[in-house]
Nanobody, 115 residues
Framework: QVQLVESGGGLVQAGGSLRLSCATS????????LGWFRQAPGKEREFVGT????QYADSVKGRFTISTDSAKKTVYLQMNSLESEDTAVYYC????????????WGQGTQVTVSS
C-alpha cells in the first residue's frame, strides 16, 4: 500500500521560506516519480515540480527546489522568497515512471503566505 504524508506547512511572511516534506511508504524510489502540486482557493490544482529531471512550473523556478532522501524515502520542497500567490494546499503525488498519471496522493498541507 503506497502512502504519502506531507508535513511542514504553515504561516509565513512574504519573502520567507518553508520546507515541505513528503514521507513515502510502499514504493521503491527508483520505480516512481514524485511530484508536488498545489491548489489555491477557487483555483484548479496546478503542477509545481517533479523529481523527474527536476522540472518546475515557471511560477516557482528559481525559488523552489525539490530534493530527495532515498534512505528516508522522503521528498522535500524547499520554498524560498515566498509570495502571497504561493498560498495554497500543497500535495505530494506519485506515479510509476512509465505512466503519465499520478495515481497516489497525500492529504495535503496548507501553506499561507501573509503580505
Amino acid at each position: 500500500q503506497v502512502q504519502l504524508v506531507e508535513s511542514g506547512g504553515g504561516l509565513v511572511q512574504a519573502g520567507g521560506s518553508l520546507r515541505l516534506s513528503c514521507a513515502t511508504s510502499g514504493l521503491t524510489f527508483s520505480s516512481w516519480v514524485l511530484g508536488w502540486f498545489r491548489q489555491a482557493p477557487g483555483k484548479e490544482r496546478e503542477f509545481v515540480g517533479t523529481t523527474r529531471g527536476t522540472q518546475y512550473a515557471d511560477s516557482v523556478k528559481g525559488r523552489f527546489t525539490i530534493s530527495t532522501d532515498s534512505a528516508k524515502k522522503t521528498v522535500y520542497l524547499q520554498m524560498n522568497s515566498l509570495e502571497s500567490e504561493d498560498t495554497a494546499v500543497y500535495y505530494c503525488a506519485a506515479r510509476q515512471v512509465y505512466r503519465t498519471e499520478y495515481t497516489f496522493w497525500g492529504q495535503g498541507t496548507q501553506v499561507t503566505v501573509s503580505s
